[in-house]
Every structure is written in structure tokens, then in C-alpha cells.
């Protein structure tokens, strides 16, 4: 379990950011995680000094990356209905509350009523039966009543009657007719574009005649199912010369499905977008981390104001490791033995160094300066009547 953020490390970044570093802390101690991430990242064999040279730009992407993640939190905070929700929400607009396409008709659930005729539900008068579910106004505008004859208001002549029951909606057989009349969908999905052209369709096909809007054919006022019309009458429809949508619940219900299809593809597209930044910035993350064992470390160290020397025994070991003449000689050693002999015969130039000087010393006049004389690897300097003994590094 993370700790708690410290009382005294309160401020708005390490908030927003304690939970999120609390994680990865208890991820890289689970099992072999940060062995794995190392070798991921390939900063298993980078030193200190390589790792710092990309801190930066390590951090700045990991802060574009936090930035990305909180905004694309924030922005899907609410989750957007799934595909099953929508399906019911669309179902229940058609077919009424628990109805889909699977289910055969039902009355009740259609209009509110029990039993009813053509004439009841499509021209009814009271409170609009046929205008709460889109399936009856399809039923009322390409049914006739059943006492009609030779009447077929949608699909073309010789085509069997759409006739409802003498008391109540047309049968199961007769809407999978109903629906067998109109082209089938190429495609299963539905986008929202397609949810609100269907609306405003069907809005297209309505009429406005005084406060009343129908739906269908209606040579009269009056909507029967037979010498007055297939149609729907939807008493109070208009107002001002437009419709009362709120007369026609299926229509907001179908237009609020479009909306919920439009949060959800938005929803999926800041998901998608903000996985796919991440996962750039993640893979310019190991690369940058993946080059840091190749790169050079220069330090900014002051030069030393005189050569630094090693000291005489230091010296004697160094060039003791070297047992052949010519490694020896290539490494600003004296080799003592002859140049075919291997063995314990590498020694420090400074032995002879400080015979010569002391053998100079006594030659050289005071008052006088001594010409300057350069050996393999050594300067030495007189001057003064002293002799100094400087080494010159053949790197410097």
C-alpha cells in the first residue's frame, strides 16, 4: 500500500503527482520490475554521469506525458453509455420500455392501452397514443384499418394488405411485412450522423395543418385507415406553423441516443489520441535512454596549475607490470635488460633523472643558464644553475 503524502510536502505538484509516483515506486518493487524496465530502457550498463547528461529531456517528456495523461483524464471523467445501452435506449424509442425487434408487438407498450383500433390509436384524440412510439406511427401511416380494401399506402399494388386487428395493433407477421418493404441496411453499426439524418427525415415527412400535424397521407382531417387516409393525427402537433416536438417523444429519444453516440466517439478518440502520444513519447524515452551508455562524459574540472606526479614507489609499480622491452619503452619506462629478455626489468625513468641531475648540478656554473635539453617523454630545465625536472604528458 502507497504511504501517505508527507505533511510537509503539501503543494498543488506533489498532490497531483503522489499518487501516480506512489504506483510506479510499488511497481519497480514488485518482483524483478525495475530490472526489466533497466533492460527495457537499456541504462543497465550506463554510468551516473551518463544518466544525468538525458535527465532533462527525460523530464520534460515525462511532464508532457503527465500533462497528456491529466487532460485526457479529465476530459473521459464521465464514461459514456456502452453499445448495449444505446441499443436499449434506440429499442425503447421504437418498441416501448423492454421491447426490441426480437420481441412481437405489443400494444401496451406501444400506445399505453390495452386494446385499440386503427381509428383509436392513429386519430386519437386525447392524449396521442399513436404518437409516443415510432413502430405505431409506422403502423398507422403504411397500415389500413381492417375494414379496408384494396388499400396499400406503402410497397407497390397487388401487395398484401397491411391490415391491423379489428381491436388492436396488426400481428408479429404483419410488421416483419411492414418492415420487409423497406430496403434492408448495408451495415450493422450505426453512427450518430445516420441516428439524426433518420429524425430529421421523418420530421420531413410530417405536415402542419392549423394546431394538428400528421403524419402519412390525409386527404381529409380525419385519419381512419381507409377512404380518409393512412396516416397519423397528432392533435396539438403545431403551434405557430411548426411542430411541437414534444407532441412526438420518440423523436427527442432517438435524438438524445445520436448524442450519446457522438460523448462516446469523442470518448474514444481522446483515448485513442492520448494512448498514441504516449506511446511516442515512451518510445522517444528509450531511445534517448538507450544511446546514454554510448555518450561521452566530459567534466568541467580546473586544470591542475603544475602536472601532477606520481610518487616513486607508485612510479616503480606502474612500470613493473610491463615485462617486455618494447611495452616498456612505450610507456615512458626505462628498460634495464637487453632487448630480447623478458622479465623483472621495467624501470621508472625518475632513478636515472635524478642521477643526471645531480651530475649537472655540478657541472653547470651559478649565474649561467643551461640550454635546454629534451629526452623521450622528459624536459628537463636549467636555469639559474638548478635543474627542475618536469614531465610531459604526451595526451596533454
Not at 450493422?188 to 430529421?200: G, W
Request: hydrophobic share 35%.
Amino acid at each position: 500500500v502507497a504511504a501517505q503524502l508527507p505533511h510537509d510536502l503539501q503543494d498543488d505538484e506533489w498532490k497531483q503527482k503522489w499518487n501516480i509516483w506512489a504506483e510506479a515506486e510499488l511497481y519497480l518493487e514488485t518482483e524483478k520490475n525495475a530490472e526489466k524496465l533497466k533492460a527495457l530502457y537499456g541504462i543497465k550498463t550506463a554510468t551516473t554521469e551518463q544518466l544525468n547528461t538525458i535527465r532533462h529531456e527525460i523530464s520534460r517528456l515525462t511532464d508532457t506525458a503527465y500533462e497528456i495523461y491529466t487532460t485526457a483524464a479529465a476530459a473521459t471523467a464521465a464514461k459514456p453509455k456502452e453499445d448495449a445501452e444505446l441499443a436499449r435506449l434506440l429499442a425503447d424509442a421504437v418498441y416501448g420500455q423492454g421491447k426490441s425487434a426480437a420481441d412481437n408487438l405489443d400494444q401496451n407498450a406501444l400506445t399505453g392501452a390495452s386494446t385499440g383500433n386503427y381509428a383509436a390509436v392513429c386519430a386519437d384524440g386525447a392524449d396521442n397514443k399513436g404518437a409516443k412510439k415510432l413502430a405505431t406511427a409506422i403502423l398507422c401511416t403504411c397500415g389500413v384499418a381492417n375494414a379496408a380494401s384494396a388499400k396499400i399506402p406503402c410497397g407497390a399494388a397487388g401487395e398484401t394488405e397491411p391490415k391491423w386487428e379489428a381491436d388492436n395493433i396488426p400481428q408479429q407477421p404483419k410488421w416483419t411485412d411492414f418492415r420487409a418493404r423497406c430496403l434492408p441496411r448495408r451495415h450493422k453499426s450505426v453512427t450518430a450522423a445516420e441516428i439524426r439524418q433518420a429524425v430529421q427525415t421523418a420530421i420531413g415527412t410530417i405536415h402542419i395543418k392549423a394546431t394538428n400535424a400528421y403524419i402519412g397521407k390525409h386527404p381529409t382531417d380525419t385519419c381512419d385507415g381507409d377512404s380518409q387516409g393512412a396516416c397519423l393525427k397528432i392533435t396539438g402537433g403545431a403551434s405557430g406553423n411548426k411542430l411541437v416536438e414534444e407532441k412526438l417523444p420518440w423523436l427527442g429519444a432517438i435524438a438524445n441516443v445520436a448524442t450519446a453516440v457522438e460523448a462516446r466517439t469523442a470518448y474514444n478518440k481522446a483515448l485513442t489520441d492520448a494512448a498514441m502520444t504516449l506511446t511516442k513519447l515512451n518510445k522517444m524515452a528509450i531511445v534517448l535512454s538507450k544511446r546514454a551508455h554510448f555518450m561521452l562524459v566530459t567534466t568541467n574540472a580546473a586544470p591542475h596549475k603544475h602536472p601532477v606526479k606520481q610518487a616513486p614507489e607508485e612510479e616503480e609499480q606502474r612500470c613493473m607490470q610491463y615485462t617486455a622491452n618494447k611495452t616498456c619503452t612505450e610507456n615512458n619506462c626505462k628498460w634495464e635488460g637487453t632487448d630480447k629478455s623478458d622479465g623483472d626489468f621495467c624501470k621508472p625513468k625518475g632513478v636515472e633523472g635524478q642521477k643526471n641531475t645531480a651530475e649537472m648540478q655540478e657541472q653547470i656554473p651559478k649565474g649561467k643558464s643551461a640550454p635546454k635539453r629534451k629526452l623521450k617523454g622528459t624536459a628537463k630545465i636549467v636555469a639559474n644553475g638548478k635543474i627542475m625536472l618536469e614531465k610531459i604528458s604526451f595526451f596533454s
